[in-house]
């Protein structure tokens, strides 16, 4: 049976709940433990699938095909553990699941209510895999008080109340703001949102206050006594200058052992931060740096990119190098030529997106790399670009396009290179969509194989001809312009198992220039950075000491 600790938070949102779950999982992992992180968000959209990237930032695909919050890379990229289908939750999903039930007649008529069926099923989901790991964390999207959210606080009440004494622990993070005026941290703030909670019935064990200011002493007493916790359980969260330090951070502030006591687990296990120690040294002790432009439509919110950019700053430890990430709107090359643009970076990157707004700066952008002999990584639409590129500019097919184009557009208009994606193969089954079908949870998600070229360069990046990454599309290169595409110098470096479907291009006469129809930048981690990103980074720092 797992040990359960879950993370709220109060007093405002954005105070960093996902992250101070996942650096706990990794100290937890350092002292020899398993964990699983899991996430539970009120919204009411059966998953953030459908969700614009401006609302909810990016999109973190499983491997199992889940379409989830982006909390869940978090957990990945420091506990190393492959999230699932089951660590990710809302409310749509929960009323979902309960409303089906419903219309099948599995409540044997009764009536339907928030308590007990609602927080039952979500109480369902808190268990899955229960055997499975030493911690599971559970971290509640929003903060408390929240009108939606009353039905995960009171499941994980319940929860607590259920399992045998000492099984469950609360862990609360809360903002102490500092009045300048007065020169102070105000407790009370935190004081009000522990009380929300406690009206509820929750009583936190340990208290995360995040704070521009050392907290003093006095104020960690005032908030233990008047929070009720213990004061070593009063744990300073101050801002880091990266997220790599955050383990380390809250080491030293003490968490895991706060959370160890709580749990009354004594004496506990050493641990063993040399892992975290080497992630600091790479991010803090970089040897140079490389200038990347990432060409994309989302780029108002860097969260939009979480996974690219956490990916580039892994492939820069990797080459012990700083990489500094700008974010260019590809609209601009609408109007404007790249090449100004686009002439002081040392490598690009074509990130993944939907819809046609940005499509012809992006190729824009990908010509400008093709001719420049730039680093070029293009991902999902990036590499779909890339061909389209191609299509265009080396082969006779000048109106080359994508069908996703037409689709939006209501026009044909394309020759479409890249088309709509009808049947694939998964496992031993073959998957159908049709053009009509629902948006939620129809494209071809998750983790599928790929075959690599035995002399292509990906597979003397990967180190092997057979790889396994993550999708999320609902278009697909034509394979039928193949021998077209080859002649001209792009070649298809990497497909499906079955030789249908296009995974990677690359062209062999350029120093790197790789589009991959999956999404590397998911499975990259601070201590084992993606070979892809390790590459292009490496090649990046190749490039700059031409310039
Ligand atoms: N819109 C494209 C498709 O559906 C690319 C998707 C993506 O970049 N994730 O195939």
Redo the contacts with the bound molecule.
């Keep these: 049976m797992a040990r359960y600790i879950f993370i709220t938070g109060g007093v405002v949102s954005s105070l960093g709940k996902g992250l101070a779950s996942a650096a706990l999982g990794a100290l937890l992992q350092a002292r020899g433990y398993s964990v699983r992180l899991r996430k539970l968000d009120p919204y009411l959209n059966v998953d953030p699938g459908t969700m614009s990237p401006f609302e909810h930032g990016e999109v973190f695909v499983t491997d199992d095909g889940a379409e989830t919050d982006l909390d869940l890379g978090h957990y990945e990229r420091f506990t190393g553990v492959a999230a699932r289908n089951t660590d990710s939750v809302s409310s749509g999903r929960v009323y979902s699941t309960v409303l089906e039930k419903e219309r099948r007649g599995d409540y044997l008529g009764k009536t339907i209510q928030v308590v007990p069926h609602v927080t039952n099923e979500i109480k369902d989901f808190l268990e899955v895999g229960d055997d499975e790991v030493d911690f599971m964390l559970c971290e509640i999207g929003g903060t408390v008080g929240d009108i939606e959210g009353l039905p995960f606080f009171e499941a994980i009440r319940q929860f607590g109340h259920q399992r045998p004494r000492g099984n469950c622990i609360y862990m609360h993070l809360t903002l102490l703001p500092y009045l300048a005026a007065s020169g102070e941290l105000k407790t009370k703030p935190t004081q009000h949102s522990v009380k929300e909670l406690q009206s509820i019935g929750i009583a936190p064990d340990i208290l995360v206050c995040r704070s521009e200011h050392n907290i003093p002493t006095k104020e960690r007493d005032k908030l233990a006594l008047f929070c009720n916790v213990r004061p070593d359980s009063v744990i300073a969260a101050y801002d880091l200058k990266s997220i790599y330090e955050a383990p380390l951070a809250y080491h030293k502030e003490g968490l895991d052992q706060a959370v160890l006591d709580a749990f009354g687990i004594a004496p506990a296990p050493k641990p063993d931060l040399a892992k975290w120690e080497d992630v600091a040294d790479r991010v803090f002790n970089a040897e140079g740096v490389v200038n990347v432009a990432i060409v994309g439509k989302y780029i108002q919110l860097e969260d939009a990119y979480k996974s690219i950019k956490e990916a580039l700053t892994h492939g820069g430890m990797a080459n012990r190098v700083k990489v500094n990430v700008e974010w260019i709107d590809a609209e601009v090359f609408d109007k404007e030529d790249p090449a100004p643009h686009l002439e002081k970076f040392n490598a690009i990157l074509v990130?993944?997106?939907?819809?046609e707004r940005g499509t012809e700066g992006k190729i824009k952008a990908a010509t400008f790399a093709r001719t420049r002999k730039v680093p070029y990584l293009g991902?999902?639409?990036?590499m779909?670009m890339a061909v389209i590129e191609a299509a265009r500019n080396l082969t006779d097919l000048a109106d080359a396009g994508?069908e996703?184009f037409d689709h939006e557009a209501g026009e044909k208009r394309f020759t479409p290179v890249?088309y709509h994606?009808k049947e694939w193969v998964e496992g031993n089954r073959t998957v159908q969509r049709a053009v009509a079908d629902d948006k939620g949870g129809t494209?071809?998600l998750g983790a599928y194989n790929a075959t690599l070229g035995e002399q292509s360069k990906v597979a003397e990046i990967y180190g092997t001809t057979s790889i396994s990454e993550r999708?999320?599309?609902?278009?697909?290169v034509d394979i039928q312009y193949r021998e077209k595409l080859e002649k001209a110098g792009l070649s298809f470096s990497g497909m499906s198992p079955d030789g249908k479907l296009p995974e990677i291009v690359e062209y062999a006469d350029h120093p790197w220039f790789i589009g991959v129809?999956y999404?590397p930048e998911l499975k990259s981690k601070p201590f084992a950075p993606h070979p892809l990103f390790r590459d292009f980074v490496k090649a990046a720092v190749e490039n700059s000491r031409l310039v």
Excluded: A, T
């Design positions: 990130p993944g997106g939907f819809g991902i999902c639409l990036g779909q994508s996703e890249v994606l494209m071809r999708h999320r599309h609902r278009y697909e129809q999404h």
